[in-house]
């Protein structure tokens, strides 16, 4: 007995190792020349490490469109992406929750992993910090704030491949007057906005930075964003303090439910006075990968037309660069 | 489709998972406990509230500490209940998780309203990231093999519930079919309960960290309540709910990452399939288990009649 155990258990041992370490023929991949892989997160980060990376990496993002990042669940197939990067990309600031633990071991393994708004943290007081250690991960509602993030992923890059680094700060630099551009648009149009209607209302409170920005007041209707059904008398302040400036308009989000809009909507209808649901805005994920409104800039530019036009200020129909998808973004979502 | 090293750990993580929560199952099932785990995936909350509130912070260590203290209290709440209130166990078990979830929530509300603190954020984890967190390299025989973290976890776990129950197998047992008989015996069935809760408890919180929620609080239940379909024997009933829990847990990886691919679609994921799968042996059972299988009960009436 004990010796056959003796033979048995170094055969089991070798089957093992066979199983975990042997399988397929993937020889170790050194990213020598050029074409080495990028993994990102959400849909806003994949958007500015392609633009900059151009056509010297693979980028592949793992959470798409109209995806919950705080509720994102990783499939195999994003663990192999994940597994295969050179490098990789991530937002933080826990918007991708509890991956995040798994990305921050992975750069202690020694593969290069950045957190993008972690550095912004890390550069200043930009980022809003609203109960201890809770910080708001949205950076990418401010143009501004989003142009911080490039010279991040410029740097990233270069220091992985320095032979691409003369592209990627050129890229970078061409990316920066596209976002300029895009930001001054946003002022613009938020101007044309009656001054006592500049008020954002939205479900859940992803849009301050947009707000501090932009001279905006954002109320998101607070406590009904966690499981929590207490947000009665919260809705009855909001609807009070609508029909008081006269909003004409509450907006709901691609990623979040919209009951607690509508519920809003109904309030004031009871009490006279017409809202409108002002158009659906993204938030924490893009629109549908190939198309504008799938870019950070086409994301934005949706964002910022629907909500002026909304509010009653002017702004072109197609937008910033008239590219918005046919119809009228404002009246889009608002079925 | 090709098969990865990190295909192999997810199996032997989620098989792993598997068995550890069946072994427990076993005797929940026997007990009419069997949504125990439903119970302290909802009753965790308050937990996790108290951890930020006191701590700050929504660290993984404080967030696990909370949901694990909250667990063994819910275990031993229901106990109270079930002893003092003269309540059966079904009921006691929904008045502690739901009053548990319903603290959590006022607590939220109350100290920490903007900070996200759901159980599906902080606490869980998911189990095809479990390749990608490495916990400690073993070495033997010329090779070095890196463990995963939760791998390792489920390891301690399962070798832990193995033990308890070798070690208490016949108490168990006696005070699951007859805790009068049991106390007449000598065996305080009180105390068998309490550590079957507590192994449960620890299980349960161990396993959401490690790979999820879904698939423990399945595996906790589906495969026991199949192997009790085929076997009225203690013994042959725990090894059969292993061979479905492992089951489960490898076919369900398999069709994971292929049934998807045959419609179009990519990967879905692999603990949501393995608790579907172990659905589906459960009802491949009902209808063909020989003694009490839908399929043979109908012929054995069409005989009859």
Known sequence: MRSRQRRVIPGLAMLAVAVFAGCGPKAPEDSRQGEYRVATTVGMITDVVKVIAGDRAEVRGIIGEGVDPHLYKPTRGDVVILNEADIIFYNG???EGKMADVLVKMATQGKPVQAVTEVILAGGDYVMVDESEHYDPHVWMDVGGWMRAVPIVVEALSDFDPEGRSGYEERGQSYLDSLKALDAYARASFSSIPEEQRVLITAHDAFNYLGRAYGIEVRGIQGISTESEAGVRDIETLIRFIVKQNIPAVFVETSVADKNVRALV????AQGH??????SLFSDAMGAPGSYEGTYIGMLDHNITTITRALGGTAPAGGFQGKLSAGSPAGRGAQ | M??????TWIVVTGALCAAACALLGNFLVLRKMSMMGDAISHAVLPGLAIAFLLTGSRSSIAMFIG????????????QWIGKFGNVERGASMGIVFTTLFALGL????????HVDLDPGCVLYGALELTPLDPGFTLSGFGLTLTVPRATAVLSGIFLLNLGCILLFYKELKISSFDPELATTLGIDARWMHYLLMTLVAITAVAAFEAVGSIIVIAML?????????LTHRLSTMILLSLVFGVAAAVLGHISAITVPHWFGFSDTSTSGMMAVVSGVLFGLVVLLSPNQGLLFRSRRTGKAG
């Not at chain 2, 090709?2 to 295909?7: A, E, F, N, T, V």
């Not at chain 2, 006022?106 to 309203?113: C, F, N, R, T």
């Open chain 2, 221 to 229: 239940i589906v495969p026991a309540a199949s192997a009790y379909l």
């Open chain 1, 93 to 95: 600031l826990m918007l």
């Open chain 2, 2 to 7: 090709s098969w990865l090293p990190l295909d």
């Open chain 2, 67 to 78: 949901a694990a203290l909250v667990g063994v209290m819910t275990a031993v709440f229901t």
């Open chain 1, 274 to 279: 017409t809202i409108r649901v002002g158009g």
């Open chain 2, 106 to 113: 006022l607590l939220i509300v109350k100290g920490a309203d």
């Open chain 1, 266 to 269: 109904e309030g004031a209808a």
